[in-house]
């Protein structure tokens, strides 16, 4: 089979690899859709290493058909259309037992220990089956728009983990990308909220504004400060999600969240990543800083259920698609930025 193999920095190659088998308890998925994700692009640049092998197929944001179903799943058959939550859960930790899987103490995870999606086919291992890992699709939904399940889901884990975002309140992101635009489609969904998004790519912006935003900010043009007092009546933004991994940020966002105001750093930053924090900022102001890992397996089939009702417009951050055969123009145009997701399409049709 084709695929696209990571064999260290800045060193992926399409070529042809053994077929995937399978053992009893698993699956065989023809791949229809592999979206690239921003710490796909960061392990190709050497830039994040855990859980990463080399050689590996990279590619944790998928869909497709089942190819073959392995010996002990009668529930399962070949044809159907399905999506993977790539995070496989040890199911006996600590951090599972309170329903934290994304935080599970030996989790492994489909595109870093296991062969991901940059492929036409991919093997899941019974561990991710017998977890209810694998997630059938609605019969009208493309296997592109489900592919976006894993990232919408960690969006979903992020703004849970900073409080949610409540009605009315005003929301502010950093960054536009298909992470940031994700987070405001989400937001937006909340009644009577009002989104600011700073961002320093024009046309980044006016996806933004067709996305939904209420306002829009250059940080190379204005003062990001004066924008947000002047959209909260000099209070600050009741939420704020940096969706740039820039450590520097971290404490800029202070002055422009309200006093117990909450900000989540959702980003990946590199290794090492240090941030000086004003701490009386936070100690007198009240405002708590979360993080955000992956998500768990309700976040996972709540992203599939909002993109499934239209909930969450997945046409709109769906802006460019190649064929595998393709893989090095589509890390391109990912890289550029010039559009939201990229999405890799085995045997590409428009429709899937």
Same mark, same amino acid.
């Given at each position: 089979?084709?695929?696209?193999?990571? #064999?260290?920095?800045?060193?992926?190659?399409?070529? /042809?690899?053994?077929? %995937?088998?399978?053992?009893?308890?698993?699956?065989?998925?023809?791949?229809?859709?592999?979206?690239?994700?921003?710490?796909?692009?960061?392990?190709?640049?050497?830039? *994040?290493?855990?859980?990463?092998?080399? %050689?590996?197929?990279?590619?944790?944001?998928?869909? !497709?058909?089942?190819?073959?179903? &392995?010996?002990?799943?009668?529930?399962?058959?070949?044809?159907?259309?399905?999506?993977?939550?790539?995070?496989?859960?040890?199911?006996?930790?600590?951090?599972?037992?309170? @329903?934290? /899987?994304?935080?599970?103490?030996?989790?492994?995870?489909?595109?870093? /220990?296991?062969?991901?999606?940059?492929? /036409?086919?991919?093997?899941?291992?019974?561990?991710?089956?017998?977890?209810?890992?694998?997630?059938?699709?609605?019969?009208?939904?493309?296997?592109?728009?489900?592919?976006?399940?894993?990232?919408?889901?960690?969006?979903?884990? !992020?703004?849970?983990?900073?409080?949610?975002?409540?009605?009315?309140?005003?929301?502010?992101?950093?960054?536009?990308?298909?992470?940031?635009? =994700?987070?405001?489609?989400?937001? *937006?969904?909340?009644?009577?909220?009002?989104?600011?998004?700073?961002?320093?790519?024009?046309?980044?912006?006016?996806?933004?504004?067709?996305?939904?935003?209420?306002?829009?900010?250059?940080?190379?043009?204005?003062?990001?400060?004066?924008?947000? =007092?002047? #959209?909260?009546?000099?209070?600050?933004?009741?939420?704020?999600?940096?969706?740039?991994?820039?450590?520097?940020?971290?404490? @800029?966002?202070?002055?422009?969240?309200? *006093?117990?105001?909450?900000?989540?750093?959702?980003?990946?930053?590199?290794? &090492?990543?240090?941030?000086?924090?004003?701490?009386?900022?936070?100690?007198?102001?009240?405002?708590?800083?979360?993080?955000?890992?992956?998500?768990?397996?309700?976040?996972?089939?709540?992203?599939?259920?909002?993109?499934?009702?239209?909930?969450?417009?997945?046409?709109?951050?769906?802006? #460019?698609?190649? %064929?595998?055969?393709?893989?090095?123009?589509?890390?391109?145009?990912?890289?550029?930025?010039? &559009?939201?997701?990229?999405?890799? =399409?085995? #045997?590409?049709?428009?429709?899937?």
């Amino acid at each position: 089979m084709l695929a696209a193999v990571f #064999e260290g920095i800045e060193n992926i190659n399409l070529r /042809e690899v053994p077929m %995937p088998a399978i053992g009893a308890g698993e699956l065989l998925l023809r791949v229809r859709a592999a979206t690239i994700c921003g710490t796909d692009l960061k392990i190709i640049a050497g830039k *994040k290493t855990r859980g990463v092998r080399i %050689p590996s197929i990279l590619g944790h944001e998928i869909a !497709g058909q089942i190819a073959a179903v &392995g010996a002990g799943l009668p529930a399962w058959r070949a044809g159907e259309s399905v999506t993977v939550a790539p995070v496989i859960a040890c199911g006996e930790c600590y951090y599972c037992g309170r @329903d934290l /899987e994304n935080l599970c103490a030996g989790r492994k995870a489909l595109g870093y /220990e296991y062969d991901g999606g940059f492929a /036409e086919f991919i093997r899941v291992p019974a561990p991710a089956v017998s977890a209810g890992n694998v997630l059938r699709l609605p019969p009208d939904l493309s296997c592109a728009a489900a592919a976006l399940s894993e990232p919408l889901s960690c969006c979903i884990n !992020g703004q849970h983990n900073m409080g949610g975002i409540n009605p009315g309140e005003t929301v502010l992101i950093i960054g536009a990308g298909p992470i940031g635009t =994700m987070h405001l489609q989400l937001a *937006k969904a909340v009644p009577q909220t009002r989104v600011i998004v700073s961002e320093a790519l024009a046309q980044r912006r006016r996806m933004a504004l067709a996305n939904g935003a209420d306002c829009v900010h250059d940080p190379d043009d204005a003062d990001i400060y004066q924008r947000v =007092m002047d #959209e909260t009546s000099g209070i600050g933004a009741d939420k704020i999600i940096l969706a740039v991994g820039i450590a520097d940020l971290v404490n @800029d966002l202070l002055p422009l969240a309200r *006093k117990n105001g909450a900000i989540n750093l959702f980003a990946g930053f590199s290794a &090492g990543s240090m941030a000086r924090l004003d701490i009386n900022e936070i100690h007198y102001r009240q405002i708590r800083i979360s993080g955000a890992s992956a998500s768990t397996p309700p976040q996972f089939k709540r992203a599939l259920d909002m993109i499934a009702t239209g909930a969450i417009d997945a046409g709109a951050l769906l802006t #460019e698609r190649f %064929p595998l055969q393709q893989f090095q123009d589509a890390l391109d145009c990912a890289r550029a930025g010039s &559009g939201l997701k990229v999405a890799v =399409m085995p #045997e590409w049709q428009e429709s899937a």
